[in-house]
T-cell receptor, first 114, second 112 residues
Framework: DTGVSQNPRHKITKRGQNVTFRCDPI?????LYWYRQTLGQGPEFLTY????????KSRLLSDRFSAERPKGSFSTLEIQRTEQGDSAMYLC????????????FGQGTRLTVV | QKEVEQDPGPLSVPEGAIVSLNCTYS??????FMWYRQYSRKGPELLMY????GNKEDGRFTAQVDKSSKYISLFIRDSQPSDSATYLC????????????FGAGTRLFVKA
């Protein structure tokens, strides 16, 4: 499978716990994006990486959220001290990264905080 | 005001109808315009991709961009029940970065 891969697909956690999601982008794609999508809304931008550098972070990304892409390949998104409002679909996308290009999405990780 | 506005619908049409989906935007820095299709509980799937103004056709799908009006459209000809999904418009440009901004999505139902 050469598409964007996200794991896990589903995560149920208790409020206050930490969770970590992983994204494996399409091979050789330089840019990697994280989005959050709630029911009835379009994806909202969280952050993006150009190789291993995190170049932009949304104001939606509170200090409980951290993302890394240590070797410019896969990325992780960690949410600390989860809150019920964090329940959403977390989407990862990648793009070739030369100028403007379209982004290709993974299937997402659905987080439920109970 | 949101950067990208899209009517959430739902839009219900009979099989075979021509569907018109639209978005407006406010940021003139947007240069790349995309349409994604999203089935329930799945990630968005890229349908069409257009740079700047103009039309692009791919099978039953036609994307139009009018940068002077800040208005983009997606037309679906001979709509099929399998086209039932949420359609997301998206756009990007060097707005200080390369992030893609999405509309809220329009839910489309095509009735057999």
């Amino acid at each position: 499978d050469t598409g964007v891969s996200q794991n896990p697909r589903h995560k149920i956690t208790k409020r206050g716990q930490n969770v970590t999601f992983r994204c494996d982008p399409i091979s050789e794609h330089n840019r990697l994006y994280w989005y959050r999508q709630t029911l009835g809304q379009g994806p909202e931008f969280l952050t993006y990486f150009q190789n291993e550098a995190q170049l932009e972070k949304s104001r939606l990304l509170s200090d409980r959220f951290s993302a890394e892409r240590p070797k410019g390949s896969f990325s992780t998104l960690e949410i600390q001290r989860t809150e019920q409002g964090d329940s959403a679909m977390y989407l990862c996308a990648s793009s070739p990264g030369q100028g403007e290009t379209e982004a290709f999405f993974g299937q997402g990780t659905r987080l439920t905080v109970v | 005001q949101k950067e990208v506005e899209q009517d959430p619908g739902p839009l219900s049409v009979p099989e075979g109808a021509i569907v018109s989906l639209n978005c407006t935007y406010s940021n003139s820095a947007f240069q790349y315009f995309m349409w994604y299709r999203q089935y329930s509980r799945k990630g968005p799937e890229l349908l069409m991709y257009t740079y700047s103004s103009g039309n692009k056709e791919d099978g039953r799908f036609t994307a139009q961009v009018d940068k002077s009006s800040k208005y983009i459209s997606l037309f679906i000809r001979d709509s099929q029940p399998s086209d039932s999904a949420t359609y997301l418009c998206a756009m990007s440009g060097f707005t200080g970065g390369f992030k893609t901004i999405f509309g809220a999505g329009t839910r489309l139902f095509v009735k057999a």
